[in-house]
């Protein structure tokens, strides 16, 4: 069986067991954003409550965020924890936006894919999967995300070897998966249910969607 084939049958189990998981949980393309760069090193949980500060804040907004003083925005988004070099992070995509883009997320968002997410990359604190998230889930660009669950999965199941890197596993899916956004968007939200609830640490293989698969644990 070749890596497509291997792929598009991972993807069948995982969303016949699982069922669509409506991602991401957000209102707006701009929270997305936010979320995006708030949910680095922290439990989805957190952000909700620090979107939810922000959203009683009316911060929710290009220029409120812009204009919202650093110490300001850290206590609005606390919750989230590393606040401090969260508001940097945050403040720094926010001053980047505005200067290149206007705060235009359509304009933004027309740029090829490849070319913003290099521009995104230079952003400071903006990581691979914060901008393919960025891309995929605000923008709704083919943009594969990968994660920590992505890379566990495929190394258990043998389809990478434990040297992969980001990139690595990125291309696998996007030469192998048809370009097409909400595929991206459901498989990458599979893979993350499927690593909560049984690809961890230490493997919780009974009943996994992905059992019947041959597969080695490291």
């Known amino acids: 069986m070749n890596t497509a084939e ?3 049958l991972f993807y069948e189990a995982m969303l016949k067991a ?12 701009t929270e997305v954003i936010v979320g995006a760069i708030l949910t680095q090193n922290t439990a989805w949980r957190n952000v909700e409550r620090a979107i939810e500060n922000l959203r009683q804040a009316g911060a ?11 110490e300001e925005l850290a206590a609005l988004i606390r919750p989230a924890g590393t606040f401090n070099v969260k508001t940097r992070r945050l403040k720094a ?6 200067r290149r883009y206007d705060a235009d997320l359509e304009r933004m968002f027309a740029v090829p894919v490849r070319s913003l997410r290099e521009e995104l990359l230079r952003v400071p604190g903006i990581g691979r999967e914060t901008a393919d998230a960025i891309l995929l889930y605000a923008g709704n660009l083919p943009s594969f995300v990968v994660d920590a669950y992505t890379a566990r999965i495929l ?14 596993i990125k291309e696998l899916f996007e030469y192998n998966l048809p370009e097409n956004v909400p595929l991206f968007n459901e498989y990458h939200a599979l893979l993350v249910q499927v690593g909560k ?12 969607p992905l059992e019947a698969f041959e597969h080695h644990l490291d």
């Open 197 to 208: 609830h049984h690809c961890r640490p230490r493997a919780r293989c009974a009943g996994c």
């Open 93 to 98: 995509f926010v001053e980047w936006f505005w």
């Open 18 to 29: 699982c069922g669509p998981q409506h991602w991401w949980p957000a209102q707006t393309p």
């Open 6 to 8: 291997q792929l598009k």
């Open 155 to 168: 190394y258990r199941h043998g389809l990478i070897d434990d040297s992969a890197d980001y990139e690595e």
């Open 60 to 70: 929710l907004d290009w220029a409120r965020l812009r204009d919202l003083p650093a």
